[in-house]
């Protein structure tokens, strides 16, 4: 068993399973599988979020292929628009991303740390290139959240 490698199993189809390994020793925390699409992003404890994609090789066979990372989440988005608190660089109080959630529009991932604070991460899905650095956007200042954003019903 090796902590950087990603194995689905697809239950139900005898046979059918995808793997996959990223460049670090980081472990696989979360997978989030994007809807309506080939693609599914992973978080590391090393605070990386891959893009991964499955594509096919041939009519019967498909692989997992790795699209994009997003090293150091916490480390880019340290420079926060205002109205969010800013990431603590004293060693006792540095953060780290513990959960994701894609957002139900469809558009975003929603970032988790284990301090409480959350963070969007808008994603291109409908832009066609191939450069896959483009399929995240951080947060600008209308995309914050922000105790004036948020609605307690």
Not at 62 to 83: F, N, T
């Amino acid at each position: 068993f090796k902590y950087n490698s990603l194995t689905l199993l697809r239950y139900g189809k005898p046979g059918i399973s995808f793997s996959a390994v990223h460049e670090t020793n980081a472990q696989y925390i979360q997978v989030v599988f994007l809807t309506g699409s080939r693609k599914l992003v992973t978080l590391t404890d090393s605070d990386d979020m891959y893009l991964w994609e499955l594509t096919s090789v041939s009519q019967t066979s498909c692989q997992l292929v790795q699209r994009s990372c997003l090293k150091r989440i916490i480390s880019q988005l340290k420079s926060l628009p205002s109205g969010v608190p800013s990431i603590s660089t004293n060693n006792e109080e540095i953060s780290h991303v513990t959960a994701l959630c894609y957002a139900s529009d469809g558009r975003s991932i929603l970032i988790g740390t284990d301090n409480g604070w959350v963070a969007s991460v808008r994603l291109n899905t409908n832009t066609a290139t191939d450069d896959f650095t483009k399929f995240w956007c951080l947060p600008s200042a209308d995309d914050a959240i922000n105790p004036s954003r948020i609605l307690d019903g």
